[in-house]
C-alpha cells in the first residue's frame, strides 16, 4: 500500500469536502480499497497504485471544476469517477470518440481526413499522415497511440522527432542529445497534458511505458508490442527513414506523420518522408492518408495562411 498527499491551494476544505463530507465520502465509496483521509488543507490517499492514480486524476479534476464553478456537488464526483473508469472504447466506436481528455471531454476526429486516418491506422500496421500544420494528425496520432495503451492492445507508447536544427543552432544547449531536443518535443507533451492527468502521465514516462525520445535513440532496437509514432518526418534522411520503419517489431503499430512544405534539411538533402511514399506507395498493408487546409482545426487564419503560402512558394 502507498500514500499520496494532495494539497488543496485556495480551496476551501469545507465546500470541497461537501456537508458532512458527502463530496469525499461519495468518491470514497468508488474505491473501497483505499482509504481518503483530509487533514488541514491536505488529503491524504492511501491505496495500491492503479487506485491511487485513478483517485489522484479525479481530485486534481474536482480541484480545477472548483476553481472553474465555485462548487463541487456529489454528482459532480460521481461524473468525474464515470469518466475516469471510462477508459475502454472501442475502435469503431459508433459516436467517433477516440478517448476522454483530462477534463472528461470527448477527444474525436473533427474532420473527414482525420476520420480517415483513425480508420487507416485501424486496418493497417503502418500508416504515413501527410498534411500542414494545425491540421491535426499528430494530435490525433497521440491520442489513437493513448487508446490503444488503455486498451491493453500495446504495452507501451514511443513517439520520435528526428533531431534538425530547423534554422536555429542546438550546439549551444546545456546538455545530451535528449535534453537538447526535448524543447522541439514540446508539442508531443502538450498532447499527451490534453489525455493523461499529470500524475498517470509522469507514472507511465517514469517506468518507459511513454517513451519520448529523439529519432537516434531508435537505432539498434526492435520495438515489440508498441505503438511508435514519428513526428515531423519530413525532416528524416532517406538513411534515418528506412532506420526508423525497420524498427517494428511483433504487435507493433507504427504512425508516421509529416508535412513535405516544411522541410528543414539542407537544399541538397533528400527528405526520407517524400522517398518513403514514392517507394512505399503501392506496397499492401501500409496507409496513406493525405490532410489539407480543409482539415485545419487551429485559428481560422491559419488555413487562409497556408493557402497563401502554397500560392507564392514552390514545394520541394
Given at each position: 500500500?502507498?500514500?499520496?498527499?494532495?494539497?488543496?491551494?485556495?480551496?476551501?476544505?469545507?465546500?470541497?469536502?461537501?456537508?458532512?463530507?458527502?463530496?469525499?465520502?461519495?468518491?470514497?465509496?468508488?474505491?473501497?480499497?483505499?482509504?481518503?483521509?483530509?487533514?488541514g488543507?491536505?488529503?491524504?490517499?492511501?491505496?495500491?497504485?492503479?487506485?491511487?492514480?485513478?483517485?489522484?486524476?479525479?481530485?486534481?479534476?474536482?480541484?480545477?471544476?472548483?476553481?472553474?464553478?465555485?462548487?463541487?456537488?456529489?454528482?459532480?464526483?460521481?461524473?468525474?469517477?464515470?469518466?475516469?473508469?471510462?477508459?475502454?472504447?472501442?475502435?469503431?466506436?459508433?459516436?467517433?470518440?477516440?478517448?476522454?481528455?483530462?477534463?472528461?471531454?470527448?477527444?474525436?476526429?473533427?474532420?473527414?481526413?482525420?476520420?480517415?486516418?483513425?480508420?487507416?491506422?485501424?486496418?493497417?500496421?503502418?500508416?504515413?499522415?501527410?498534411?500542414?500544420?494545425?491540421?491535426?494528425?499528430?494530435?490525433?496520432?497521440?491520442?489513437?497511440?493513448?487508446?490503444?495503451?488503455?486498451?491493453k492492445?500495446?504495452?507501451k507508447?514511443?513517439?520520435?522527432?528526428?533531431?534538425?536544427?530547423?534554422?536555429?543552432?542546438?550546439?549551444?544547449?546545456?546538455?545530451?542529445?535528449?535534453?537538447?531536443?526535448?524543447?522541439?518535443?514540446r508539442?508531443?507533451?502538450?498532447?499527451?497534458n490534453?489525455?493523461?492527468?499529470?500524475?498517470?502521465?509522469?507514472?507511465?514516462m517514469?517506468?518507459?511505458v511513454?517513451?519520448?525520445?529523439?529519432?537516434?535513440?531508435?537505432?539498434?532496437?526492435?520495438?515489440?508490442?508498441?505503438?511508435?509514432?514519428?513526428?515531423?518526418?519530413?525532416?528524416?534522411?532517406?538513411?534515418?527513414?528506412?532506420?526508423?520503419?525497420?524498427?517494428?517489431?511483433?504487435?507493433?503499430?507504427?504512425?508516421v506523420?509529416?508535412?513535405?512544405?516544411?522541410?528543414?534539411?539542407?537544399?541538397?538533402?533528400?527528405?526520407?518522408?517524400?522517398?518513403?511514399?514514392?517507394?512505399?506507395?503501392?506496397?499492401?498493408?501500409?496507409?496513406?492518408?493525405?490532410?489539407?487546409?480543409?482539415?485545419?482545426?487551429?485559428?481560422?487564419?491559419?488555413?487562409?495562411?497556408?493557402?497563401?503560402?502554397?500560392?507564392?512558394?514552390?514545394?520541394?
Amino acid at each position: 500500500m502507498i500514500e499520496k498527499t494532495i494539497t488543496l491551494e485556495n480551496v476551501p476544505l469545507a465546500d470541497f469536502l461537501g456537508i458532512e463530507n458527502k463530496n469525499i465520502n461519495e468518491l470514497a465509496s468508488a474505491f473501497p480499497r483505499s482509504r481518503i483521509v483530509s487533514r488541514g488543507n491536505e488529503i491524504l490517499v492511501k491505496g495500491e497504485t492503479p487506485d491511487i492514480l485513478q483517485i489522484t486524476d479525479i481530485l486534481h479534476s474536482l480541484i480545477d471544476h472548483f476553481h472553474q464553478f465555485g462548487k463541487i456537488t456529489e454528482e459532480n464526483v460521481r461524473g468525474y469517477v464515470q469518466q475516469e473508469r471510462h477508459d475502454f472504447i472501442p475502435e469503431d466506436s459508433s459516436d467517433g470518440i477516440i478517448i476522454y481528455g483530462t477534463k472528461g471531454s470527448p477527444i474525436k476526429a473533427k474532420t473527414v481526413n482525420q476520420q480517415k486516418l483513425v480508420s487507416a491506422v485501424r486496418e493497417n500496421d503502418l500508416v504515413f499522415a501527410l498534411g500542414p500544420a494545425g491540421t491535426g494528425k499528430t494530435f490525433v496520432s497521440v491520442a489513437l497511440a493513448v487508446r490503444a495503451l488503455k486498451n491493453k492492445v500495446v504495452k507501451k507508447i514511443i513517439i520520435t522527432r528526428p533531431a534538425v536544427e530547423a534554422g536555429e543552432n542546438l550546439g549551444f544547449l546545456p546538455g545530451d542529445l535528449k535534453e537538447k531536443i526535448d524543447p522541439y518535443l514540446r508539442p508531443i507533451y502538450d498532447a499527451l497534458n490534453d489525455m493523461l492527468a499529470f500524475e498517470k502521465l509522469k507514472y507511465y514516462m517514469e517506468r518507459e511505458v511513454i517513451e519520448i525520445a529523439p529519432l537516434a535513440y531508435m537505432r539498434g532496437r526492435t520495438l515489440n508490442n508498441a505503438f511508435i509514432l514519428l513526428d515531423e518526418a519530413q525532416n528524416t534522411t532517406p538513411m534515418q527513414m528506412k532506420m526508423f520503419l525497420t524498427r517494428m517489431g511483433p504487435d507493433s503499430k507504427m504512425i508516421v506523420t509529416g508535412d513535405t512544405s516544411q522541410i528543414d534539411l539542407p537544399v541538397n538533402q533528400k527528405s526520407g518522408l517524400k522517398e518513403a511514399v514514392r517507394i512505399l506507395g503501392q506496397t499492401k498493408g501500409i496507409g496513406f492518408v493525405e490532410l489539407n487546409e480543409r482539415d485545419v482545426v487551429r485559428h481560422r487564419l491559419v488555413k487562409d495562411i497556408i493557402e497563401a503560402y502554397g500560392r507564392s512558394e514552390p514545394i520541394r
